[in-house]
Nanobody, 122 residues
Framework: VQLQASGGGLVQAGGSLRLSCLAS????????MAWYRQAPGKERELVAS???????NYADSVKGRFTISRDIAKYTVDLQMNSLKPEDTAEYYC?????????????????WGRGTLVTVSS
């Protein structure tokens, strides 16, 4: 399973960006997709997640500003980021919990895409 993220860039504070992530490969079911971020010198943190339910969770720091959405048929998850702040500057990573079929058996794995850099200038 491969995850390809896109949409990062440079934006001024108060602006918006939309990140997209496409999952491909041997996918039977996507159980959960999420966006994480890691700022320089800090640990990676969860930004938002969406399950197959769907159940949606956001980090407190982005509630009301970010919106996660998915397209089940296309295996994509998007993150709409509004009212961006300089503290949102980070490398953003797409993550997926995926069930694949191997010889008739379901195998569940956790996958990461390459990061996409979001820089918010003040």
């Amino acid at each position: 399973v491969q995850l390809q993220a896109s949409g990062g860039g440079l934006v001024q504070a108060g602006g918006s960006l939309r990140l997209s992530c496409l999952a491909s490969g041997s996918i039977f079911r996507i159980n959960r997709m999420a966006w994480y971020r890691q700022a320089p010198g800090k640990e990676r943190e969860l930004v938002a997640s969406i399950t197959s339910g769907p159940t949606i969770n956001y980090a407190d720091s982005v509630k009301g500003r970010f919106t996660i959405s998915r397209d089940i048929a296309k295996y994509t998850v998007d993150l709409q980021m509004n009212s961006l702040k300089p503290e949102d500057t980070a490398e953003y990573y797409c993550n997926a919990d995926v069930t694949s079929l191997r010889r008739g058996m379901g195998l569940r794995g956790d996958y990461w895409g390459r990061g996409t850099l979001v820089t918010v200038s003040s």
